[in-house]
């Protein structure tokens, strides 16, 4: 509906180009209706040290995100907790799909959307029926161009807008997982709060001061910004090795309600 008022404020002059809500129609007028892609089609591909250890590094915060939307969307659609093996299946396939849309040429990789997660919460539906039905219409569509470009029109505050939803429903379903640890010790308080604060400014501090170490160490400083500037990878190590390093009981620190979950699943899965 959003949508819809700002294209027909655009076409009545309300929104000027320049406005916010300027719906701007000359990508989807310029768009083929239909685009196959090509293997290579932006040409042969070059390996370099340095890009290849800045990919690796990308691709390891991006395997932390993936890990907490396993998890989240296990919560959210009523499924089993993930156990071992099949969050190894998950990342394994993510790493073939960006295999894929490397070779064809693609701008981004493949892997999973917080987003996408955030929608399950709001909908309410997971049922995998839907998702494959949705993953099949979506590569048919992914052919017409005209579709993408549409897409394009859409005003930034409206995507602003779904975000604030949809980013709102996953950092609940993250906090509703500290239910299972005791927010009654000062540790998993320090270790919470210390978290959080990490994963919100160092991002920050990354953004306005990236780091250069020279040509020769290059790569290195390509790792360390990469993961800096990445909230969720900051977070994540940091309570990770606070947790493992702060002593703490089973009890105090989740894992009791964690084993009971895992034992569940396993015991669902044999029946």
């Not at 997660?117 to 161009?145: D, E, F, N, Y």
């Not at 998993?188 to 994963?199: E, K, P, T």
């Not at 990469?226 to 105090?252: K, Q």
Request: glycine share 12%; with cysteine; aromatic share 10%.
């Amino acid at each position: 509906g959003a949508w819809v008022v700002a294209a027909l404020c655009t076409a009545t002059g309300l929104f000027p180009a320049g406005h916010p809500s300027h719906t701007s129609l000359a990508n989807l007028h310029s768009a083929p209706w239909i685009r196959i892609p090509t293997p290579f089609q932006w040409g042969m591909p070059t390996f370099g040290a340095a890009a290849i250890i800045g990919m690796i590094a990308g691709y390891i915060a991006s395997m932390v995100e993936s890990i907490g939307d396993y998890y989240a969307c296990a919560r959210l659609s009523g499924a089993p907790t993930p156990d071992a093996k099949v969050v190894n299946r998950g990342i394994m396939f993510e790493g073939i799909g960006c295999l894929v849309a490397g070779i064809m040429g693609t701008g981004n990789g493949t892997t999973s959307y917080s987003e996408n997660i955030g929608a399950i919460g709001l909908t309410r539906v997971g049922a995998r029926r839907v998702v494959q039905a949705g993953a099949i219409m979506m590569i048919v569509l992914g052919l017409v161009a005209k579709f993408g470009a549409l897409f394009t029109t859409i005003p930034g505050p409206i995507v602003g807008g779904m975000y604030c939803a949809m980013f709102g429903m996953i950092a609940s379903v993250g906090l509703s997982n500290l239910q299972f640890v005791d927010l009654n010790s000062s540790r998993n308080l320090f270790i919470i709060g210390f978290a959080i604060f990490m994963g919100l400014s160092v991002p920050e501090y990354f953004a306005a001061n990236p780091l250069t170490l020279g040509d020769q160490l290059a790569w290195l400083a390509n790792i360390l910004n990469t993961l800096g500037n990445t909230g969720m990878a900051v977070g994540a190590f940091s309570a990770m090795f606070l947790d493992n390093t702060i002593p703490g009981t089973d009890e105090e620190r989740g894992l009791n309600a964690f084993n009971v979950m895992k034992d569940e699943t396993l015991e669902k899965a044999s029946a």
